[in-house]
């Protein structure tokens, strides 16, 4: 029985930590964020991008839902959902046209970059079930 409990935790403890928890943001913030800890329009721009398959500068709904599944991001059944709350000029895609209305709802304090805060507390807030 007590061993039964320890392995319950223990699959417990790895579901809590899987991609899409804070260690996966922790880490996704810091690859694009660089070493200054901030978000510039660039690398947030380089960010969204990464979902864009064939590199034709539009992220299409389809590499953008296959990605959120594949990296293991939150809640995958909601993507097409994130992509249409992303999708800031609609017209389908994701692209350069989108990321700057983006950007400015993640710089709260708009200063022109996105802290770790910004960051953590938008990505929580846009992409809950
Ligand atoms: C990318 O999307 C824009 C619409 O924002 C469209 O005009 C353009 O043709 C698309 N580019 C490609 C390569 O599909
Ligand atoms: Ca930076
Ligand atoms: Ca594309
Ligand atoms: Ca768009």
Do not use: T
Not at 22 to 30: A, R, T
Not at 63 to 84: C, I, V
Not at 110 to 116: F, H, K, R, S, V
């Amino acid at each position: 029985m007590r061993s039964l409990a320890i392995i319950a935790v223990a699959i417990f403890g790895c579901v809590v930590a899987q991609p899409g928890g804070q260690q996966n943001f922790n880490n996704l913030f810091q690859r694009y964020a660089g070493n200054d800890n901030l978000l510039q329009p660039n690398e947030f721009a380089r960010f969204w991008l990464h979902f864009d398959d064939d590199g034709d500068g539009n992220v299409s709904k389809q590499e953008f839902d296959s990605g959120w599944r594949q990296e293991g991001f939150p809640h995958p059944q909601n993507a097409p959902l994130y992509f249409l709350e992303l999708d800031a000029v609609h017209d389908e895609v994701l692209n350069s046209l989108d990321f700057p209305h983006i950007f400015n709802l993640f710089d709260e304090d708009g200063n022109g970059a996105i802290n770790e805060r910004e960051a953590r507390y938008n990505w929580n807030a846009y992409f809950s079930d």
